[in-house]
């Protein structure tokens, strides 16, 4: 890995004009195609993620980095943040081939220090086994707040016993 050839990159949302019902209209720059691979061997989290998908994510996202090797997508972080009180990091991936550079590290404090992040009160992130690589970085440990709701709107996410008991009951 040459150094000099490892750049991050910070994708801009939409300008104005360029935003219909909430999504960005203008191309991404991050090549979607690139990321899926990203994702697919970096990440069990995140594999089969379809490109739609990934699409409405990082138009919904702020900031989005990325950190290529020339044409080569190698990293990937996005953020969601109300701008003072609250931040959640999303999608932390460096590709295997560069792990143990400092790439990883390098990429959570750029998204840390973006404008849209610097000032905001707490910043949360979900973490399966990384969790030393991200207390080095500051993160604490976080047992007493964090809940989930699985949206289950998608028939084919329903289990079937409820399905069979929808149907019985005329739903």
């Not at 004009?17 to 991404?28: E, H, N």
């Not at 061997?41 to 980095?65: H, Q, T």
């Not at 990091?89 to 400092?102: A, F, L, R």
Request: glycine share 8%; net charge negative; with cysteine.
């Amino acid at each position: 890995m040459n150094e000099s050839q490892i750049q991050f990159s910070e994708h801009l949302g939409c300008a104005k004009g360029d935003a219909y019902d909430g999504l960005c209209l203008r191309k991404s720059e991050i090549d979607l195609y690139q990321l899926q691979e990203l994702l697919n061997v970096s990440a069990f989290w995140a594999k089969d993620r379809n490109i739609e998908d990934l699409g409405i994510a990082i138009a919904n996202s702020e900031p989005v980095i990325s950190v290529s090797d020339r044409d080569r997508l190698i990293g990937f972080a996005r953020a969601t943040s109300d701008g003072i009180y609250r931040a959640t990091i999303w999608d932390v991936v460096i590709h295997p081939e560069y792990q143990s550079s400092g790439l990883g590290s390098k990429l959570v404090e750029t998204v840390l220090s973006h404008p849209r992040m610097k000032r905001v009160e707490r910043v949360y992130l979900m973490t399966t086994h990384q969790q030393g690589f991200y207390e080095k970085i500051g993160f604490q440990p976080n047992t007493n707040t964090t809940m989930v709701l699985h949206n289950l709107t998608d028939p084919a996410f329903v289990p079937a016993t409820e399905v069979q008991l929808q149907e019985s009951l005329g739903g």
